[in-house]
């Protein structure tokens, strides 16, 4: 079973530890790399550009070293206050974290988006890895690589490149782990040992229902989607009891995520509930209520009680 919990608190001595962002445009498999790096899911992932969508903090730590990857949700021009909110989280991992990973699509050439990240990152004094993903599906790697390096142009802070596949290719995905670590400033833990993320388990089963629907649903709508949990008891036989609601932004979403006879929802909840239940190593029970909060994307106080803020 996964840890999931926050806590502030110190080790002592000769330990190595430091915070490191892996930033990208949606959709260019952040986090899955954050999965493979701690051989665990903590960040939700799908076909779907702008699945994450706040910072999420993945913990590796060994005898000597802890390394806080911070997964942060695809750069894009924003479309509404929730885009806003998930531009400012990668502007404020950026401005304090000890190194950075930049995420590219070998499969295709830069984008906007791309020139984007890359004005953001190009002059920060910070140690930074230009890490080409999807090796293993991309035509030409080596010639996108050159155009992905020709855009951080006239940095002089340090950079180191490596192609991979995030999702098939775990040996160099430990290479990066270990290169990475290899930089960390001499620092006391930042976590104790033994979590793989700052969530508390209700935000990450939340987040699990959350990439499930994305999945099942079609077009714009799963971008009207927000999911939370909001209770989650332990019967004495062991099964886990959890209570989560999926939020829509119009009375007419609400029949599309229900689906005709309830099938569709029930096809969201039986797949986080498979989910669930593999990570969590427990049987669960999964009760999920359709809720209408109008409009919550351009919303603010709707944003915050989402736990978008």
Do not use: C
Not at 55 to 83: E, M, N, S, W, Y
Not at 122 to 129: A, E, I, T, V, Y
Not at 135 to 164: F, H
């Amino acid at each position: 079973m996964t840890d999931f919990h926050m806590t502030s608190g110190a080790e002592s001595t000769d330990t190595h530890s430091g915070f490191v962002a892996i930033v990208g445009k949606p959709n260019v498999g952040k986090s899955t790399l954050l999965n493979a790096f701690l051989n665990t899911k903590v960040a939700p992932t799908s076909p779907r550009p702008q699945t994450t969508r706040r910072g999420v903090r993945g913990i590796h730590t060994t005898d000597t070293h802890q390394i806080v990857f911070v997964d942060t949700p695809g750069v894009h021009k924003p479309k509404d206050a929730l885009g806003k909110y998930m531009n400012h989280e990668v502007h404020a991992a950026l401005a304090d974290v000890d190194a950075i990973i930049w995420v590219v699509d070998l499969r295709h050439p830069p984008t906007d988006e791309d020139g984007l990240v890359a004005h953001q990152i190009r002059d920060l004094p910070k140690p930074l890895f230009l890490i080409g993903n999807k090796r293993d599906v991309a035509k030409y790697p080596e010639e996108a690589m050159k155009l992905y390096r020709a855009l951080l142009e006239g940095r002089s802070s340090d950079t180191s490149e490596l192609m991979l596949s995030a999702q098939n290719d775990p040996t160099a995905v430990m290479t990066l782990r270990e290169q990475v670590m290899d930089g960390l400033p001499e620092n006391p833990f930042f976590y104790p040992r033994g979590g793989a993320s700052d969530q508390t388990r209700e935000m990450w089963a939340a987040e699990i229902i959350r990439e499930e629907a994305m999945k099942k649903l079609r077009d714009e709508l799963p971008y009207a989607v927000a999911t939370r949990v909001n209770s989650w008891t332990e019967r004495e036989d062991g099964l886990q009891r959890i209570e989560g609601e999926i939020v829509v932004e119009k009375s007419t979403h609400k029949g599309m995520v229900i689906g005709s006879g309830g099938k569709q929802l029930k096809e969201i909840g039986q797949a986080a509930r498979k989910q669930l239940e593999v990570f969590l190593n427990r049987k669960v029970y999964l009760g999920l209520e359709v809720i209408v909060i109008n409009n919550w994307r351009e919303d603010v106080e709707a944003l915050r009680e989402l736990g978008y803020e």
